[in-house]
């Protein structure tokens, strides 16, 4: 097996080990399943509530997206900003790491209150918790352009609006794709934390519905499409991130 065929392999072969020692563990420990259920268990749940999951899959997958589309949009603007000058990072960035700081669960209260319950306080759950690593991506990578590049540029006759977009914005484009890896995925976190709170559909209010009812398996198979969902989206924008900033990446590390 050539390692190239090993390395795509290695997820599958490591996430069914994982499964079997975990239904293994389960029979030879005899674990209740109310207690940790094993993969078999989690399977009948996924085939017996296949319909309720699926639409409520969904309806977390398009709260995410939105509330992650509006994250992609706004973080990128407003790291455009911080990172154009440095008294607005010195300024602004105290404050957004006081705003990141404040649990985003709650906030929820504050949205159903203004909103309601439903699907905008998870959209917009989505975007607050997201659009942080974004912001300080673009702005770490425009605040880092050396010095001495900038003094050559201006000495060339460049202008600052000439060094931000022949320069800067290039240089940021590997920090901006590489934190829309970790935006997505929790742009998942808020939208589920909304729906176990303020919603009557998604994947968190299917699992607190479940959690009410003692159906653990089915808990888990909440947790299972979430995480096959994250995953799916993690890896487009890795492939995205790949297309679009190959070349800043290491030969070691590049994918083909």
């Known amino acids: 097996m050539s390692q190239q065929l090993l390395i795509r392999a290695s997820p599958w072969i490591f996430t069914i080990v994982t499964a079997l020692v975990w239904e293994a563990a389960c029979r ?12 078999t268990a989690i399977a009948e749940a996924f085939v017996e509530f296949w319909g309720p999951i699926y639409r409520n899959s969904l309806y977390t997958l398009s709260t995410t997206l939105i509330g992650f589309g509006m994250a992609v949009g706004f973080g990128l603007a407003l790291g455009l900003v911080v990172g154009w000058s440095r008294a607005i990072y010195a300024g602004l960035y105290p404050l957004m790491i006081g705003f990141n700081a404040v649990p985003k669960v709650a906030v929820v209260p504050i949205l ?35 010095p001495e590049l900038e003094d050559v540029l201006k000495a060339l006759g460049a202008s600052k609006l000439d060094i931000m977009r022949k320069v800067g914005i290039p240089r940021t484009l590997p920090y901006f794709f590489g934190s829309l890896k970790v935006a997505i995925t929790l742009a998942f ?21 479940a959690q009410a009812r003692f159906e653990v398996p089915l808990i888990f198979a909440g947790l299972v499409a979430l995480a096959v969902e994250g995953i799916a989206m993690y890896g ?9 900033t190959g070349w800043a990446q290491r030969s070691g590390f590049a994918q083909n």
């Open 28 to 39: 030879l420990f005899q674990i209740p399943p109310f207690f940790l259920p094993p993969p």
């Open 112 to 146: 159903v209150l203004w909103f309601g319950i439903g699907f905008i306080p998870a959209v917009l759950t989505a975007f607050l918790i997201s659009f942080f690593p974004i912001v300080v991506n673009v702005a770490t990578g425009l605040a880092t352009i050396e």
């Open 189 to 209: 976190v808020g939208s589920v934390i909304s729906e176990s709170t303020a919603s009557n559909y998604g994947i968190g209010n299917l699992m607190l519905q």
């Open 236 to 244: 487009l924008m890795a492939i995205l991130e790949n297309r679009m």
